[in-house]
């Protein structure tokens, strides 16, 4: 589905990301993890050419590099922001109708089938986003990202400040939306979860690469033990 050739990342003169090289298979969940500042928020935001980039990204056979953020999101890719950004002084079903802006014709029944994966946002459709606990609130950002019907889903720290039994419901969400046929790429700060739930991880440092295998390889492996999962 993605395949992504020497990708570097700038923000003026600071290099975030130093060219790397990693691909994602249709119908799987890939994690990418790596400490504070490793780049892996710029990658997700290269993917959407949020950011200034080089290098090649390949989505569904097409290069992205000459189109718009607007346009990527359009043929299937929605990111899950980090922090949420969800709209805080707009209703829980405001947040979704703007979700849906490239998908008007779906919304209704989009909308219905989020208050069915998620029933705490149902109860709260009408309150304003500001109002919700954390989980909900994570739980609008995705739902917000799945009303574009995205192939691609890509989910920046969706556990980032949770409480571990709403962090867990993420990491279920997450393993079912795979199951309905959506590819995804996640970054995460609690790698044992993301090793858990991934097919396939890439660990990033300093901008590179520095190791990647099939995730149930990488859970037994001592130097990401040590370094990631603290043992
Ligand atoms: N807008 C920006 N301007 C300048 N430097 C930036 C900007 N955004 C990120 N950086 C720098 O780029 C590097 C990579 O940042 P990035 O946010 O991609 O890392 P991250 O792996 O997502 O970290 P975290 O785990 O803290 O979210 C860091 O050194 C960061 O300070
Ligand atoms: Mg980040």
């Known amino acids: 589905m993605l395949a992504v050739k020497n990708l570097h990342v700038y923000y003026g003169l600071i290099e975030a990301v130093k060219g790397i090289d990693f691909t994602i298979q249709t119908g799987s969940i890939v994690s990418l993890i790596g400490s504070n500042g490793a780049g892996k928020s710029s990658t997700l935001n290269a993917i959407l050419n949020a950011v200034k980039r080089t290098g ?12 718009s953020t607007h346009t990527l999101v359009k043929n299937g890719i929605s990111l899950v922001p980090e922090g949420r950004r969800i709209f805080a002084n707009l209703s829980v079903e405001e947040n979704l109708k703007i979700g849906a802006f490239n998908n008007s014709e779906n919304y209704a029944h989009l909308k219905t089938q989020m208050y069915k994966l998620f029933p705490r946002l149902a109860s709260k459709k009408k309150n304003l986003a500001a109002m919700l606990s954390g989980g909900e609130a994570q739980m609008l950002a995705i739902s917000r990202a799945l009303m574009n019907e995205p192939k691609l889903l890509m989910l920046d720290e969706p556990s980032l400040g949770l409480a571990p039994k709403i962090a867990m419901e993420v990491f279920d969400i997450i393993t079912r939306l795979k199951e309905q046929g959506i590819t995804i790429l996640l970054v995460e700060q609690n790698a044992y979860a993301a090793l858990k739930i991934s097919d396939y991880t890439y660990v990033l440092e300093n901008g590179l690469i520095t190791m990647q295998g099939s995730s149930e390889e990488l859970i037994h492996n001592n130097e990401i033990r040590k370094k990631y999962l603290g043992m």
Do not use: Y
């Open 56 to 67: 090649e990204i390949n989505f569904l056979g097409f290069e992205t590099s000459r189109h």
